[in-house]
């Protein structure tokens, strides 16, 4: 564990290496044999307790900040947490893979459009999701899947630490860290029985944080999984945003984790176009209109009189705005040049 916070450190130490000589980071880099070591043994003893949040407002956002030390400690504890995630998480869970959930979910959505061809989506957006888990529910669904004392009086602490603002400090009942390393983890944990829902439907069940993705076959199918959706969501004190949740038909397509998945039609919803057969003139018809219209040599004729009577309207237009031109011009005096300005101009362009 002291080796993995090591690594950690040096990583971020790396990073920073350029920052203010007074930043933290160099401090903690002199006394990392000191700080680290404590907190490690902390951590084993069951002992480790957050330094408290900060809070930064931004014109934008409001961020709540973890110390670096408590980073590196929480990244330490997810470590040793992982290998419980194939018996706590459930699989369609695919913010837990990381990096890589992303690349595994879309490779899946597009094998389930591919074979399956849905014909209905519920894709599903939970408002304010991090800071609306209350704090008493997420330590009970912890301790319900977690039987080590040690692990679920740390976890507590991590989830009930205080916040410093700037007018005091504040003891909130909801909201998580949104940027803490285990944030993911908690999703995970208190989404879990909207999760396990829907192991035992017919559809294709994907989520990603607070981005939920259900394709169904039938409009009945739809129906249901909106009403469990809709139920276990009230039931954990969540609800849907309105502008990014779309439950339909899915032959428009949809956008899921940044990318745009073209919609499914089945073979008796397909738009055909059919051939107009008596807008095509078939051979014999176009010899005859030929003959009639006095054959290519009087379409050539007919092109050539427009393009003259095209040429005059132009000149005249020429001329036309030349005598507006000669009544306040200095240049009046000079004769007439209008065919010749026309000429060079045409032939030139």
């Known amino acids: 564990m002291v080796n993995s916070g090591r690594k950690l450190f040096a990583k971020i130490h790396k990073q920073k290496h350029h920052a203010n000589p007074n930043h933290d980071v160099h401090f903690m880099a002199r006394e990392i044999d000191d700080w680290l070591v404590r907190g490690v043994e902390s951590m084993v003893n069951g002992s480790y307790t957050p330094r408290h949040l900060k809070r930064h407002y931004f014109p934008d956002e ?5 110390h670096l030390s408590d980073r590196i400690f929480q990244n330490i504890l997810l470590k040793q947490l992982k290998p419980t995630f194939p018996y706590v998480m459930n699989p369609n869970c695919y913010h837990l893979h990381g990096p890589s959930g992303v690349r595994l979910a879309t490779r899946r959505i597009r094998q389930v459009l591919l074979e399956k061809k849905p014909q209905y989506i519920i894709r599903a957006d939970i408002k ?7 704090h008493h529910q997420l330590v009970q669904d912890i301790k319900k899947h977690y039987n080590d004392l040690h692990v679920q009086s740390m976890l507590e602490q991590i989830i009930i630490n205080p916040i410093e603002a700037p007018r005091g400090y504040k003891n ?3 909201g998580i860290a949104l940027r803490g390393p285990l944030s993911q983890f908690f999703s995970g944990i208190y989404l879990k029985p909207l999760d396990d829902a829907f192991d035992l439907m017919d559809v294709t069940y994907i989520r990603y944080q607070d981005d939920i993705l259900i394709l169904c076959q039938t409009s009945r199918q739809l129906n ?16 849907l945003s309105r502008k990014k949740t779309r439950i339909g038909n899915i032959e428009k397509g949809f956008h899921f984790l940044g990318i745009h998945y073209p919609g499914t039609q089945t073979q008796d919803n397909t738009n055909v176009t059919q ?7 078939p ?10 219209w006095g054959g290519v040599q009087r379409w050539q004729l007919i092109i050539k009189h427009l393009g003259l009577t095209l040429l005059s309207r132009t000149q005249g237009r020429y001329e036309k705005h030349e005598n507006r031109l000669f009544l306040w011009s200095k240049m009046g005096c000079l004769p007439k040049r209008s065919e010749a300005t026309y000429i060079s101009g045409s032939c030139g362009g």
């Open 62 to 66: 409001m961020v709540d900040q973890l």
């Open 128 to 134: 304010s999701f991090y800071k609306s888990i209350p």
């Open 172 to 174: 909130p009942d909801h």
């Open 224 to 239: 249901r999984c909106k009403q469990r959706m809709m139920g276990v969501l009230h039931e954990r004190k969540l609800g």
């Open 275 to 281: 051939a107009n057969d008596r807008a095509v003139i």
């Open 283 to 292: 051979v014999g018809t176009a010899q005859t209109l030929t003959s009639l």
